[in-house]
């Protein structure tokens, strides 16, 4: 059995503070013996202001560009407890602000970056709208990244899966009142594709939600396997990448498919 030890690290926004957690959150799991550790949505700074001028000054403050000072740290981190790392932060370019994931291997290296396409609500009027998906190795195997809201989006998901992950890591900010839609979304994505769907979220609020946390796990077969609460924390696991093999093997959602049949 290939087995991969994932670690969840739930956040709340504590600005300043939040790069020196998620710090100690990889050394924690470094010495659990985790292999990647996955962070919230936008984990350095947060999101929400109500007034989206206010939104577009503070984030303006905090961005960065990939590689910066935050991924560099990171990467640091990464290198010294020889643990990969999945998360988001706000990218700066040419005076243009992106959500963009990253996931940094466990030698340090960055290994992929990816602008978010499904921007929610005020998000559209604060960062620029990014392209495709794409698989990455990760040490473990192939790999993928989707990023909060682009869960409610089928596309999303089966992009990667089509380029081979077997691992969809889902980096959010997830907000009341939609708990059951956060359960639906993930474990349809991980069914639909027969792949594993790590989804970690914040807790907390800011000024415009509450944030629930109920990070999880699901398995390809659209089992949950672990659900969080509502606090700050890290939980390790260790899941089966074998059961994506095993599942196709006896299954195969994506060689049954027929593209040409859904054009109307």
Known sequence: MRELVVAIAQLDRVLEANVEKAIQYIVEAANKGAGVVC???YFS???????PAKMREELGKQAEPIPGPTIQRLQQACKAGHVGVVGSIVEA???KFYNTAFAISPNGELTNT???VHLFQVESQIVQRGSGWGAFEMGFGKAGIMLCYDAIF???????ALAGAQVIFHPAAWMD???PQWRIATNARALENQAWVISVNRVGKDELFTYFGRSGVVDPYGNEVLECG???GLVVLKIDLDKVKGFRSFLNFLGDRRPGAYTL
């Not at 700074?45 to 007034?51: A, L, M, N, R």
């Not at 089928?154 to 990667?160: F, V």
């Open 114 to 116: 990816y602008r978010k």
């Open 154 to 160: 089928p596309e999303a998901a089966r992009a990667l």
């Open 93 to 95: 370019v040419q005076g």
């Open 230 to 232: 509502d606090k700050e």
């Open 39 to 41: 962070l919230p949505e």
């Open 45 to 51: 700074t947060g999101f929400g202001y109500k007034d």
């Open 177 to 179: 009142p939609f708990l």
